[in-house]
């Protein structure tokens, strides 16, 4: 049977991910929704549009009927926990609204959540978090869009699941959530001035357990429960398969690029890399690295909040191998792929 996945917000890192591995599937045809939309003579149909443009959205859908599973992986940042909220779910409501009209035979929807529906977000919290876990007070966007989601399927018909990722780890830029260019460039600049690799986060989040998640992996992971009738209308934490501590994981990153490591000192990325404008610039002259913009690999936000976990930070997923995927990825091999992969595309130096 022939399939049409519309891929919503397919120039992150999620969505890219996932739209090229879904391209490269058999019986799989393709479309990209995004804001800047994309290439357009690849194997993926890209279509840029507001999100926020509700007729705008209904109108570019009219051109792609066919669609049979929507992926929503769109996001929109706020400086608020609550401010997500509505933006978010407003996004949402626009496709699910869209594909109503002109999709007839749409089958299920996919939607890409993560651990702040545990409340990772806010502190230490129940360790491994379980998808049968009880809600914690709102606000949470992931929560109110499952809801209109539930909501929409019982309406209309078609399956759904949820799909709750740890932190999402893959080549991609212009990204606000993306650790491993975080990382990489990070080091890239420390090696550029010449100053060893220090662990800039919170004393405690050194010692932290945590997990992170491969975005291909991810891609499997979230095709495979679109499409086995057993993961209809369930939620699924999806992890890379092992655990580690950035205190052990922190040398393996400095040996990458070279670095010897020096003791942790707490500091804002944040604060500290807002001036590396120029170093950036001067770094892609010297090695002759693409014409990547800094503000294209900047995500000192993120790496802040993330290193910034004194906590454990780690979820279940027994429940994807009991409903039969057994999918998994090694973290330090994973993280060294990336930064090789950033190398190749000249993102770095090598």
């Known amino acids: 049977m022939q399939n049409t996945a519309l891929v919503v917000g397919a120039n992150g890192v999620i969505g890219g991910t996932l739209a090229a591995h879904l391209a490269d599937l058999p019986e799989w045809e393709v479309v990209g929704l995004s804001r800047r939309g994309g290439p357009p003579d690849g194997p993926v149909r890209h279509v840029a549009v507001d999100l926020f443009d509700p007729a705008g959205v209904r109108e570019a859908l009219r051109a792609h009927p066919g669609v049979t599973h929507v992926f929503y992986a769109a996001y929109q940042d706020r400086p608020t926990w609550s401010a997500l909220v509505e ?3 407003t996004m949402l409501r626009s496709v699910l609204d869209a594909v109503a009209s002109t999709a007839p035979d749409l089958r299920h929807v996919s939607l890409m959540q993560g651990y702040k529906v545990y409340g990772a977000h806010l502190g230490p919290f129940a360790t491994p978090a379980r998808e049968s876990d009880p809600p914690h007070m709102p606000p949470e966007f992931n929560v109110d869009q499952q809801h209109l989601v539930e909501a929409r399927a019982a309406e209309a018909g078609w399956t759904w699941s949820a799909i709750r990722p740890s932190v999402v780890a893959g ?6 959530m993306n650790l491993g260019v975080v990382l990489a460039v990070y080091a890239s600049i420390s090696a550029e001035l010449g100053v060893p690799l220090r662990f800039p986060g919170r004393p405690g989040a050194y010692d ?3 997990e992170l998640t491969d975005a291909g992996l991810l891609a499997e992971a979230t095709v495979w429960a679109a499409t086995d009738p057993r993961c209809a209308n369930e939620a699924f934490n999806i992890a ?3 655990l580690f501590r950035w205190s052990r994981m922190w040398p393996v990153v400095a040996e ?11 500091m804002s990325l944040s604060d500290v890399m807002a001036d590396k404008e120029p170093v950036w610039d001067s770094m892609v002259a010297r090695h002759g690295l693409a014409a990547t913009s800094y503000a294209d690999v900047s995500s000192w936000t993120f790496g802040d909040f993330v290193l910034s976990w004194d906590y454990d930070m780690f979820a279940d997923t027994s429940k994807s191998r009991r ?3 057994h999918s998994y990825v090694d973290t330090e091999a994973m993280l060294l792929r990336l930064f090789d992969d950033l190398r190749r595309h000249r993102i770095i130096p090598g």
């Not at 990458?256 to 707490?266: D, H, I, M, Q, S």
Request: proline share 17%.
């Open 240 to 242: 890379n398969g092992d």
């Open 256 to 266: 990458a690029f070279g670095l010897e490591v020096a003791p942790p000192l707490p």
């Open 171 to 176: 080549f991609g830029l212009g990204n606000p």
């Open 87 to 89: 933006p978010n779910v």
């Open 208 to 210: 932290a357990l945590l």
């Open 323 to 325: 409903f039969g995927f």
